[in-house]
Structure formats: structure tokens, C-alpha cells
């Protein structure tokens, strides 16, 4: 809503410059987003911003009103005075009649004859271009002055070609008119019209009909004033694309009390402007509510509510100045609220208009209020933000991808699940095919966030993100259940609530390159290190989370390499995935080098782990070290190896570790060769030379009978 | 006897000095006290030597052991350290070079803020929430006292899913759930990722970050919340913040409030009379509607409270000046390393 300050005087008097009206302004919560010279009219000009619940600030007068309300002025109200000729009556021209009186509570019209329409004197078309409008003719200035002046939006109908009925119904189904602007409109019964009670002759609060509108050959008009049901309006407008200033205001709704003063205002500057004569009466056909709503202020609550010690006449104080009528008895106040004001319901509402009249700034401040509780982290979130310093320090940056994607993007990497049989959340009204739906892996937009940053030179591109995956659309999952399961139906509270879809928590990985760029003599890391390293960095996770027990298997999937991928399972719960990308699918995002991918649902880790730290002592007696090196059959996998050893090498194993793999030449066909660090230790006392080698001899027959390995030499 | 002892051990210090090298002090090493070396053949038996010289030979013997053995490991040190001298020299450093720098990856700015709201929040005795983004519309609308007729609802502005399914436009939804399930007292904090049917342009995005922020309890004010969130700013950006409160409008809170921050150019601006501070609105908040109060049964008489959305991505751009929204999802690992 434009404010050119020199018009707005015409309504209050104003001792202050426009920033300081600005700053007034914003203090009483109306967005100020631009100060300019008006043009045309000259002087300031505040573009403001107006909250979707104040459609009484849609106008100068509406402004005029909140300005002197908080300056402590009084507002001239404008006083049209309509010379009336009694020997033309409205009531014998027209009828109307109101067959919807739901979407249109008010309809109330006035008749001014034998006009000259021509272009509308100067200082009204000053007025109308600082409002930012092109001006046309007098009969349509009139109609939008009165709109911006008083906030109701008017009508003028040449009045030879409406005929002498108006019919306010709703449009048939399939209904056809033609609006102002030529266009053809195919309606239904959503839309309200205004008819001649056959055609449609405008499209009620929205945009009037090409057949019914003034020209230069125009000598009487129809002014209607009506008042018009505000959702109704602000979905036609939405729906066929015709938002107006008249729209906007009557979506926001407008003072069902103010028709009477528009028609006149319009009527005196249609007489004064274009020569036109009044016709006596008006129509009025009203089931509006219009007499002021009562409300009742508790001075105590209002002060509870503010936190603040303000007396009852101070709050009367305000709220009059709103133009409320105000009456006080023993710590109450009786208001009424004029109907201008359609957003104050109830007493909370008028306590933010005591608030507001008072000023937030002045309201007091407290400390925050002390608590029994503790807050803070669960364990669980404590433990999520541990596994992400120990990616951070494997060297993994973190990343924030898009939730919505589309079923293209993941078949881009190779995820090739029918959306519909997996359960993906696919959106009715999406705003583009890039994001139609949510994604159930984060793995395609991790290669794409690959892809990008190796286009840019960048390396290492080592990368995790923790966000959610969706999948699991439960579609008798209802707002009736919600309803159904409210504190306020069941009177009890819920231990849980319906969920539309299943979220997990997800974290996936890349890794492209090495964690060290040192920048001189490093060697690129080989795509079974990586593969490993991948691989290392989840069981880092499950270690810290204390979950043991996972099986891996091989993952035949198309985004990875065959035979370079595995999974992480819990009996038959798939927990992760790693692998190498295949080369097809790196291809497709111009990724050069190995690229491998981890994916593991964290939510379900975070569940399972065990939070519990408990101290063990470290070990007093000396260790026992001995190496191993196996040749194995390569159908063997080193878990059977390492189980074999492990039980073989008894209860005084401490630990055992794996730390050469080799392949190749000088090792029998079919084979290859694994070798073992082995510490022992006793609790009690130093294990003998004699004691260990037993053991490892152990070791040794267990692994050739079970495993098919020889020792190597 | 005393003579030959003489003798030797001249002869044997002799030989030391005359080495070159560790190779040939070994080598006189072994021809000196090796086993069947000079000094260790020519060292008397003391038995064979008469009572009267015992005293004299022993001494002569002993000063002639230790002093070969002292002048061998003398020399041998010597030769060591030159070697050591030569390798040293042979492999100086260049300690210009630049060191090998571990990359430990970098948070997301967005997570850094979050942390950092968070902690501060934990302090004053809240706790985390999740809820799900997506959601049924009663709990991202009705709940919240959001009328059927409102634009928000409209599917222009809100992603649908079905009729009744939405992704969440704002992460309030979770103050619904979190009631339902819990009997006040309530100080809840609720991060999370929200949904609008924006365009993506450098000031907006379909998908941004909000934290949402409720406490609910007997006696709670409106100048409890201006408490609360100027310990927040503070906490964020320092004690030199600037911070107001202006009236603004959301169904589901009442009185209603936006919170802006004084900023220059380069993020926080201390001084209240710089001509180049503006005011940028940090977030919304208010006292708790009681419509919502009661439509999840709290008796709206006995308890209030206030509830306050905070974006991230506003957040983070002015604690670091960050001028194009989208490169929070671009993720280029230029931009994150900055933080």
C-alpha cells in the first residue's frame, strides 16, 4: 500500500518528517519497504507493507486512523455531501436482488445521471498516478480514488446497458463471460457474478464484464458498493489469474460498514468531476453483521500476558485511541469493536492492540526463566554429533543436498525402484520435474555434488551428509486419524501420532582422493584402498556406537561396480551399503576418478547403540607377540579366516589383526596370502614362551583343517 | 714384563690413531682386543709374574686395557659423528617446503549455526524435538489455528502429497505433535527443514532450515520471550548486538513479533547511528495463540506460553555475510571450507 504523505494529511495532521513516520509505522507493525518522492503529486511517499489479517490499512484513511491513534490525533473523516435530485429515484430504475447472501452479505448501489466522462480533473489524477495507477477517464478514477481514499472497492456499470435488475448469484457450471479485459472465462460455481438476471455483467469483487462497461458514450451509471464474502474473492482471483486492487482488498476483507460513505464520496466527485446529477436513494440489500463486537478485557490478564504493570486507564487510553468505544469497571474493560476491524475476536486480540499501541520496544524484558529441568542433548543426539566429528576428522566435508528430486535424478545413479512400489512421496502440485519428489537415498545427489566440485578442480572431494530419506507413503494415513487421536477428543495424551510416511535419518558418504594434500609427492590412493577406506570409515561409526554383529555381504547393485560393493545387515534388516561406483554410472556424471559411496541408516544405529562408557582396567602384565602369514584358498573370506583364528588361538588372544593381503606371484594358483599380528596376554601372570607357541600351534592345524591354509614360509 | 706393556700400549694407540675410517678401526679393533688380538695376548698372566712386580704389572695391565678400550670408543664416535655430519649434509632439508596439511572435513555452515542455537538454547534448559516435514495438515495448519481459507494452505504456495499430506511449511507442525504427546510444562526447541513452492533465486529456495522454539508454562510472558531471544542474539553475535521488536502477524501466535537484527554491510553492526545499518528481521515469534493451546487440550486459561521460527540460512548469512541462498545447497567445497 503506497502512503504519499501530502494525501494523508488530508485525513490527520502530521508534525513528523517521512522517516519518522516510517519509523512510527514499523513500531505499530506495518512493513515500510521503500521511501520515494510521490509522482505526479510530489512530496513523500512510504510504500508499506500491510500483514494479511489488516485489510482496514488498505486505504489513506485506514492509515490516517492508525497514525492518529498512536500520535494521539483525531482523524477527519471525509463528509461527501450528495446533492440528491429528488425527481429521479434509484428505486424506480433499478432492483436488485441478492441470491447468495453468504458470498455477498452487502450490495448497495447509487445512480448518477447525464454525465460528461472525459479525462478526471488534475489533482485527482496526481493523486492516482502516486498511487502508482495509470489514470483513464473520470467514471473509473472516481471508482479507484474512493478505493484508495476509503478502502472500498466501487463499481461503475453504464447503467443503458445493465437494464434494471441486478441478480447476485453464483455462475453456473461451465458459464461463460467475458471480462474487461476481452478475455473469455469458463467459470463454475465457485465464482460469484453480478447479472443483469440473465447475463453475467461482472465477476463479483474481481473484474467487471466487457458488455456492461462505461464509455465515453456512458451519461447514467450504476455505482455499486457491495460487500463481498473475502476467500471466495481471493480464490476466483487466484484461480483465473485476475488479481486487482479491488481483490486484494475484499480478500482481506473490507468494513462491511462502509458502502453507504463510498457511493456517497463517489457520488459528490462523479457530480463535481463529470457534471453528473444524483439520483435520490440508494439500494441497499444487507444481511451483514454491522454493529460493533463486544469484548471483554481482564486488566489483570493482559498485564500477565505482557508481563508488564500497566493500569486500566491506560489500556482504555489505547484502545480508544483505536476508535474502540471503551467502558472500565473493576478491573475489566467493555469493549466494542468496530467492524472495520474483523481480525479482533477475541481478548488476546485486543491485548496486541494494547501491546502494540504501547509499543513492543517499551514492553518489559526478563531474564529467561529458571527451570527444573536440565535440557540439552539427548545421548542419542550427543552420539550423532560425535559421528559427525569422527567423519569431520576422516577427513569427510559435510554437505546439504535438496530432499526433492525426481524419479530421472535417480535412475541418473542407477536407483531404478519404481517410485510407486517403494512408497515414494511424489508431489501433486510440484514446482518443476527437477524436484517432483523426495528422495530414498541420498546417493545420487551426493554424485552429483561429486561431479560439480571435480568440474571445479577441487580434490580430495571427500564428502558425508546426515539428512533424511523418505519412502513408505501410508496413504489411510488421514487428518481424521489426527483429529481422531487429539488430547481434545480422546482426553488423555498420546504416546504417538499418525505418521504420514517413514523419514530415516541418513547418512551417506563419497570419497574421491586422498585426506592429506601435503600438494608434492603424494600418490593417489588405488580404488581398493579407497574401497576400504569407505568401508573403514562405517565400522569407525558402528565401533564408537558399540554395534557388533553386523553381517556383510556382497550387493549386486547397479550403482556400483560388480563384485566391489557390500552391505551391512541385522538379520534381515538391510542397515548399509559401500562400494565402488561403476564406471557406467561415473561416466554419466563425468567423475574421472574412483569414486567410492557408503549410505547406512543412522537413525536405526543410533537406536541400537550403547551409549554406556564403563572403564576396564588397562592390563598389568606383559604381552606376547607373535606374527603369522597364511597361504588361503581365495574362495575363503578373511572373516572365516578370522573367526578360525580367534577361537583357535583361545581365551588369552588379546587381539588380532590383519595387516598384509598379497596376491601374485609365489603363491600356489587359487590362493593367497594373508598375514596376522597375534597378541596374548594372561590377566594374572607372564605367559611362557612354551604356553604361546602351544597356542599358536593351535592356530595353525585349526586354520589348515578348517580353511584349507598352510602356513607360509 | 713392564717394558713389554709399555711397549704395547704405545703400539696399540699408535694403531688407533692411525685409523682412516670406522671400517679400518674395526679392523685394528679386532687385531688389538679381538681373541686372539695383541693386547689381549699380550695381557700377562698373573700368576707367572713375581710377587715383588705384581702390584706394578697389575696396574700397567688394567691402565692399558681401559686406556685402548677409551681410545677404540673415542675414535669410533669420532668417525661416527662425521659420518653423521656427512649424511646430515647429504640430506638437507628445504624447510620452505609446504607442510603436508591433514584436511579434516569442514561442517556445513548451516550445522555450525544450528550448533551453535542449539547449545545456547540447552542452556536455558530446552530440549531437541524432531518431527516429521512430511506431515498431515491438521498439524501444519489446523492445529495451529491456520483457517481453511488461508493462502498458506493454498497448493500455489505448499507442496502437496495428497489431499491431506503436506510437506511442512514451517516446522511449528512440531509444536502440535509435541504437545499431544507431553503435558506442560513444555521448552522445546524443533530443527529442521521446511518446504515452500519457491522458485530457487539468490533470496529463495523451495527447501530452507528453521528452528522452531517453544516454551509453555504458568505465567509465561511477552516479556519472557523478549528475554529469551535477546540472550539469543546476544549469544549468536555477540554482546554488542541490536535488536527490536516489531509487531507482525502469524495465525498461531498473538501477540505476534518479528525480531531484527542492526546490520551493516559486513554482517553485525554495533553502532546504532551508522548511516549504513539496516534492520534485517531474524525471525518471528509471539505468545502462543490460545486457539492452539486449546486444540491440543492445555487449559489456555492456566498455562502460556510463546513460540518463536527462526530461518537458518538467515542466520548463517548474516553471521558471515553470505549473499546468495543457493550456495547452501550447491555445496562447492570452496564455500564450506570458509567456515
Known sequence: ?713 | MEETLLRLEAEALAAIAAATDLASLEEVRIKLVGKKGAVTLGLPNMRDVPADQKRLVGQLANRLRQGVEEALSSRRLAFEATAREAARAATSLDLSLPGRVPTPGRRHPLTLVLHELVDIFAGFGFQVVDGPEVELSYYNFTALAIPEDHPARDDRDSFYINQDVVLRTETSAVQVRYMETHEPPVRIIAPGRVYRRDAVDSTHSHTFHQVEGLLVDRGVSFADLKGILYALARGLFGEGVIARFTPDYFPFTEPSAQMGIWRGPNGICTDPKDPAGRWLEILGCGMVDPQVLANVGYDSEEYTGFAFGVGLERLAILKYGIDDIRLFFENDLRFSGQF
Request: charged share 25%; with cysteine.
Open chain 1, 1 to 713: 500500500m503506497r502512503v504519499p504523505l501530502k494525501w494523508l494529511t488530508d485525513y490527520v495532521d502530521l508534525d513528523r518528517s517521512a522517516d519518522e513516520l516510517a519509523e512510527l509505522l514499523i513500531d505499530l507493525g506495518v512493513g515500510v519497504e521503500e521511501q520515494l518522492t510521490a509522482p505526479g503529486l510530489g512530496g513523500d511517499l512510504l510504500v508499506t507493507e500491510i500483514t494479511p489479517n489488516r485489510g482496514d490499512l488498505l486505504s489513506l484513511l485506514g492509515m490516517a486512523r492508525e497514525v492518529a491513534a498512536a500520535t494521539g490525533r483525531t482523524v477527519r473523516l471525509p463528509a461527501p455531501q450528495v446533492a440528491e435530485d429528488p425527481a429521479v429515484r434509484i428505486a424506480d430504475r433499478l432492483t436488485v436482488r441478492v441470491e447468495d447472501p453468504e458470498l455477498c452479505p452487502r450490495y448497495a448501489a447509487r445512480l448518477v445521471t447525464g454525465l460528461t466522462p472525459g479525462p478526471s480533473p488534475q489533482w485527482l489524477q496526481d493523486r492516482l498516478v502516486a498511487m502508482g495507477q495509470r489514470p483513464i477517464d473520470v467514471l473509473v478514477d472516481v471508482t479507484n480514488y474512493v478505493m484508495f481514499e476509503l478502502g472500498q472497492p466501487l463499481h461503475a456499470f453504464d447503467a443503458a446497458k445493465l437494464g434494471d435488475t441486478v441478480v447476485v448469484r453464483r455462475a453456473t457450471e461451465g458459464e461463460l463471460m467475458v471480462t474487461l479485459d476481452g478475455q473469455k472465462r469458463h467459470l463454475t460455481r465457485e465464482q460469484l457474478l453480478i447479472t443483469d438476471g440473465h447475463e453475467p455483467v461482472a465477476l463479483a469483487g474481481v473484474m467487471g464484464g466487457l458488455d456492461s462497461e462505461c464509455s465515453s458514450a456512458t451519461r447514467d451509471v450504476v455505482l455499486e458498493a457491495a460487500h463481498f464474502y473475502g476467500p471466495n474473492i481471493r480464490r476466483t482471483a487466484r484461480r483465473l489469474g485476475l488479481e486487482s486492487e479491488s481483490s486484494y482488498r475484499f480478500a482481506r476483507t473490507v468494513d462491511p460498514n462502509l458502502p453507504l460513505l463510498a457511493l456517497d464520496r463517489a457520488a459528490q466527485l462523479l457530480a463535481e468531476c463529470a457534471g453528473g446529477t444524483v439520483a435520490s436513494g440508494v439500494i441497499d440489500v444487507k444481511a451483514a453483521a454491522l454493529a460493533p463486537r463486544p469484548i471483554t478485557l481482564r486488566v489483570r490478564r493482559c498485564n500477565s500476558f505482557l508481563g508488564a504493570a500497566l493500569s486500566s486507564a491506560q489500556m482504555a487510553g489505547y484502545l480508544r485511541a483505536l476508535g474502540f468505544e471503551v467502558g472500565e469497571a473493576d478491573g475489566i474493560l467493555q469493549v466494542l469493536v468496530p467492524t472495520r476491524r474483523p481480525d479482533i475476536e477475541r481478548e488476546v486480540d485486543l491485548i496486541e492492540e494494547v501491546a502494540r499501541l504501547h509499543g513492543y520496544q517499551n514492553l518489559p524484558l526478563t531474564p529467561p526463566p529458571a527451570t527444573q529441568s536440565a535440557g540439552g542433548l539427548t545421548d542419542s543426539q550427543r552420539l550423532e554429533r560425535r559421528v559427525r566429528e569422527l567423519l569431520l576428522g576422516a577427513g569427510l566435508n559435510e554437505v546439504q543436498t535438496f530432499s526433492l528430486t525426481s524419479a530421472p535424478a535417480m535412475a541418473k545413479a542407477g536407483l531404478v525402484a519404481d517410485p510407486l512400489e517403494i512408497g515414494a512421496l511424489v508431489l501433486q502440485n510440484a514446482l518443476s520435474a527437477e524436484f517432483a519428489m523426495l528422495r530414498w537415498s541420498l546417493l545420487p545427489s551426493l554424485l552429483e555434488v561429486v561431479s560439480r566440485n571435480q568440474a571445479q578442480h577441487t580434490e580430495p572431494v571427500r564428502l558425508f551428509e546426515v539428512g533424511r530419506t523418505y519412502a513408505g507413503l501410508d496413504v489411510t494415513v488421514t487428518d481424521q486419524q489426527a483429529r481422531a487421536a487429539s488430547r481434545v477428543s480422546t482426553g488423555q495424551t498420546a504416546s504417538s501420532l499418525p505418521l504420514p510416511c517413514t523419514e530415516e535419518r541418513t547418512l551417506g558418504g563419497a570419497l574421491l582422493g586422498r585426506a592429506v594434500c601435503g600438494g608434492w609427492n603424494t600418490t593417489p590412493p588405488t580404488a581398493e584402498e579407497l574401497l576400504f577406506e569407505a568401508k573403514g570409515i562405517v565400522e569407525l561409526v558402528l565401533t564408537e556406537l558399540r554395534i557388533s554383529g553386523l553381517r556383510v555381504e556382497p550387493r549386486p547393485e547397479a550403482v556400483f561396480e560388480p563384485g566391489r560393493a557390500g552391505a551391512w545387515w541385522h538379520g534381515d534388516q538391510l542397515v548399509g551399503v559401500f562400494g565402488e561406483v561403476a564406471v557406467e554410472v561415473r561416466q554419466r556424471y563425468d567423475i574421472r576418478e574412483p569414486l567410492m559411496l557408503f549410505e547406512v541408516n543412522l537413525g536405526w544405529l543410533l537406536q541400537q547403540a550403547d551409549t554406556r562408557r564403563v572403564f576396564s582396567a588397562l592390563p598389568r602384565q606383559p604381552a606376547a607377540l607373535r606374527d603369522i602369514a597364511l597361504t588361503v584358498p581365495l574362495e575363503v573370506p578373511s572373516t572365516a579366516v578370522a573367526a578360525v583364528l580367534t577361537s583357535a588361538a583361545g581365551s588369552w588372544l588379546e587381539e588380532l589383526r590383519l595387516f598384509d593381503v598379497y596376491r601374485g606371484k609365489g603363491l600356489p594358483a587359487g590362493t593367497r596370502s594373508l598375514a596376522y599380528n597375534l597378541r596374548f596376554r594372561h590377566p594374572q601372570r607372564t605367559l611362557t614362551d612354551g604356553e604361546v607357541d602351544e597356542c599358536m600351534a593351535a592356530v595353525v592345524t585349526a586354520v589348515r583343517e578348517q580353511c584349507g591354509a598352510a602356513l607360509r614360509e
